[in-house]
């Protein structure tokens, strides 16, 4: 089966500018995860989607994060207005039960 | 919430030995344990896990053990190869939740 998609796999912006994220899920995957992964730590929780709805988002920096799942699939995370402290890799996951993790590759965010 | 505390940071070792990573939990309510293993530029990967009721895991050159009482968990991967190097992340997860929490990692390095 196809793994998740997630693009850009990089990207550079200056600190104020907006940025979003794409990934598409394993086909059938009803649950998706937004990680964020900052250098030398372990992946942080952003945000879970169960289908078109957020399950848990208590993680997320409301004032410049935003995400969204549309009919059920493919998902964006942005963020607007950046800072330096958002660099980092940013991982999609979905699953389509409580163990069955798959991890994309990730997108690195650089912030200048 | 839940701690996860992973030791060591970084562990170098000559292939054909063996490598071992530790991890604790604070929450005695977790009752799954994924180890994950992230190779450069990609997302990390399932190499084995462990529920509370299981004291050992084995899978060729992986096993992972884990000790309800003094709430430890340990992978332990024999006769190293080079393909090992990688960062490896543990990571417990709570009875009804479909989120674990992950340690810091680990990165293993196999000399040749």
């Known amino acids: 089966e196809a793994g998740v998609a997630q693009s850009p796999r990089y990207k550079i912006i200056e600190k104020r500018q907006s940025v979003a994220f794409w990934c598409n899920p394993i086909s059938g995957h009803a649950t998706l995860y937004w990680y964020q992964q900052i250098l030398g730590q372990g992946p942080k929780l952003l945000i879970q989607?169960?289908?078109?709805?957020?399950?848990?988002d208590s993680q997320l920096p409301k004032d410049r994060f935003s995400a969204e799942r549309l009919k059920g699939v493919d998902s964006t995370l942005k963020i607007q207005p950046a800072k330096l402290e958002d660099s980092a890799v940013y991982l999609c996951?979905?699953?389509?039960?409580?163990?069955?993790?798959?991890f994309g590759s990730g997108t690195r965010l650089t912030v200048v | 919430g839940e701690n996860v505390e992973q030791h060591p940071s970084t562990l170098s070792v000559q292939e054909g030995d063996s490598a071992v990573i530790k991890c604790t939990y604070s929450?005695?309510?977790?009752?799954?344990f994924p180890w994950y293993k992230q190779e450069l530029g990609k997302g990390p990967q399932l190499i084995i896990d462990i529920r509370s009721n299981v004291g050992e895991k084995k899978d060729q050159r992986i096993a992972v053990t884990l000790n309800k009482t003094a709430k430890h968990f340990s992978l332990h991967i024999t006769e190293t190869q080079p393909e090992d190097s990688a960062v490896y992340f543990c990571a417990a997860r709570k009875g009804g939740s479909y989120i674990p929490t992950f340690g810091r990692g680990t990165s293993l390095i196999v000399h040749p």
């Open positions: 989607f169960q289908n078109n709805g957020v399950v848990d």
């Open positions: 996951a979905s699953s389509t039960r409580a163990d069955g993790y798959t």
């Open positions: 929450d005695s309510a977790s009752n799954y």
